[in-house]
């Protein structure tokens, strides 16, 4: 039973780095691709990223200038950082696994992070 | 870049009866290599998550009940609940995986 888990701070100033990690259980980290997507409140799903154990990385072109994502596979995590943040950046952020098909599933919870002074 | 689009936004359907959701592919996702459709269908209710209902447009998830069904090939695609039930009610958006993830703006289903 595969198992995602988001952490990270719930606020962040406006201008600074937004960093959170997922913490995956039930499935082999080297053996899939791991994707951030994120949705605002009462809106729809966007797609952040992914990432792969030999550090591959595809990003959103709307983002890739501000977003940087990482793995751990010692700590069977990945990361996300989403730099020089603004309102806009405000969203219930989920990570989730991504088979080689692109299929996504299944999905963290979500965390949401706020971004204001 | 793939524009999914969905509809409609709302729909309002009796309990007991059909409800029928859209889905329109800007592109192709029909992949010759494997005869497949790239298209995904994911139910979400307040405060959780997607769940992946529906993949390859017409494969139902496992544990998903029977009820729920997708059709379409190409750039054309419906998810089909056969009889509404209460806890089908939800906000449901299609995922093209051909290229990097595009979702459709999502189809809200409520009880008439």
């Known amino acids: 039973h595969v198992q995602l888990q988001e952490s990270g701070p719930g606020l962040v100033k406006p201008s600074e780095t937004l960093s959170l990690t997922c913490t995956v259980s039930?499935?082999?980290?080297?053996?899939?691709?791991w994707s951030w997507f994120r949705q605002p409140a009462g809106k729809g799903l966007e797609w952040i990223g992914r990432v792969y154990v030999f550090g591959d990385t595809v990003y959103n072109p709307a983002l890739e200038t501000r977003v940087t994502m990482s793995i751990d596979t010692s700590k069977k995590q990945f990361s996300l950082n989403l730099t020089s943040v603004t309102a806009a950046d405000t969203a219930t952020y989920f990570c989730?696994?991504?088979?080689?098909?692109?299929?996504?599933?299944?999905w963290g919870r979500g965390t949401l992070v706020i971004v204001s002074s | 870049d793939i524009v999914m689009t969905q509809s409609p936004d709302f729909l309002a359907v009796s309990l007991g009866e059909r409800a029928t959701i859209n889905c329109k592919s800007s592109q192709n996702l029909l992949h010759s290599a494997d005869n497949k459709d790239y298209l995904a269908w994911y139910q979400q209710k307040p405060g959780h998550p997607p769940k992946l209902v529906i993949y390859w447009a017409s494969t139902r998830e496992s544990g998903v009940p029977d009820r729920f069904s997708g059709s379409g090939t190409g750039t054309e695609f419906n998810l089909t609940i056969s009889s509404l039930q209460a806890e089908d009610v939800a906000v449901y958006y299609c995922?093209?995986?051909?290229?990097?993830?595009?979702f459709g703006q999502g189809t809200k289903l409520e009880i008439k």
């Open positions: 039930g499935a082999p980290i080297t053996s899939y691709y």
């Open positions: 989730a696994r991504t088979y080689r098909t692109g299929l996504v599933d299944p």
């Open positions: 995922q093209q995986y051909y290229l990097t993830p595009v």
